[in-house]
């Protein structure tokens, strides 16, 4: 369900009513407050589709109903007052709840995977949450400190090297090793999750013209370059590194996984080409989690125009994760 202040619930019921009448293809579940749900299903949407009320503890081949929108109510306290376009912090360790069920519903095989819906990382942690985003939140329930933030869509898939950090410390950050892990685990995810036997990978330099063999940098020559050539001796498809900006200008086309350097050298061109389809994929997980690429859009929540497109596309992966899962592993 996400912050509940957000367009979270929206999309999620959205999304819900969407795959309801796809006869029971996908079946999706929200983790999240019943009565939340209700309120913004009646009072905002003003949908005709019924709500399913699941404990739980109910085993969900018994109790999910086809064409309803189905909810696992997970709420501690009432949801009556929440202020829809608001940052909501009492509601942080709920929301904490809702995506900690949905890792455990996964691990235990009971779905086979989730799509989150945004939260605000100032609402979790001055609400008492132990993390403020997905992702930390993900690798302690999961134990892994081997996944990376990967952005896929029909257009483009990009991972990056770095996330969220400041521009100036991202050139320290870019290592062999850094470098060795992104490419290995984008790698495992593309050929196992995503079946692409032999995948062409490019890699985008750091630096303006991507260095001009250290004219405009050294971390090309020093770092990237070398890494490239290591996984070119093992036969992987992969070049670089290739200067940004001449590179989306056309040559991404011309490849199935982009490695970028830093957050806005990949987001920006993602989200022009692929805003409202792309998918946030935390890839290198033994779980499936997904979500879409926006955030909790306060200034539009309550106002029922929220585009759920982004929400869709993140269901719609996991169940193609989960199919490819299923086919590739133990082949």
């Not at 250290?214 to 070049?239: A, H, L, M, S, W």
Request: hydrophobic share 35%.
């Amino acid at each position: 369900m996400g912050d509940p202040g957000g367009v979270g619930p929206e999309i999620a019921i959205k999304s819900s009513e969407y795959f309801a009448g796809e006869n029971g293809r996908v079946k999706p579940v929200i983790f999240g407050s019943f009565e939340h749900i209700d309120n913004v299903s009646k009072k905002i949407i003003k949908t005709n589709t019924p709500l399913n009320l699941i404990r739980p503890e109910s085993p969900l081949k018994t109790s999910y109903k086809n064409g309803k929108i189905n909810v696992i109510n997970l709420s501690s306290k009432s949801y009556g007052s929440v202020r829809l376009g608001a940052v909501n912090h009492e509601y942080a360790k709920d929301v904490e709840r809702f995506i900690e069920t949905a890792v455990n519903f996964s691990l235990n095989g009971k779905i086979c995977g989730f799509a989150t819906a945004p939260i605000n990382k100032d609402m979790m942690l001055k609400g008492g949450a132990r993390f403020g985003g997905h992702t930390e939140l993900l690798g302690y329930l999961t134990g892994s400190d081997d996944f990376v933030m990967l952005f896929y869509s029909k257009k483009i898939i990009t991972v990056l090297a770095t996330i969220h950090i400041p521009l100036s410390s991202v050139p320290v950050k870019i290592t062999k090793d850094l470098l060795r892990k992104i490419i290995n685990i984008s790698l495992d995810w593309i050929k196992t999750d995503f079946g692409k036997e032999n995948p062409r990978v490019a890699v985008l330099g750091l630096n303006p013209h991507a260095g001009e063999n250290g004219r405009i940098g050294n971390e090309e020559k020093d770092f990237i370059t070398p890494v490239v050539e290591e996984f070119q001796n093992k036969n992987e498809n992969i070049e670089g590194p290739f200067p940004a900006d001449s590179f989306f200008a056309k040559r991404y086309k011309d490849f199935d996984l982009i490695v970028s350097m830093y957050h806005d050298q990949a987001l920006i061109p993602f989200k022009l080409l692929s805003f409202n389809k792309g998918v946030n994929v935390t890839a290198g997980l033994k779980i499936i989690r997904t979500s879409p690429v926006h955030g909790t859009a306060y200034d539009i929540a309550g106002n029922n125009t929220a585009d759920y497109g982004s929400m869709v596309e993140s269901i719609k992966l996991v169940r193609k994760i989960s199919e490819n899962r299923n086919k590739w592993i133990g082949k």
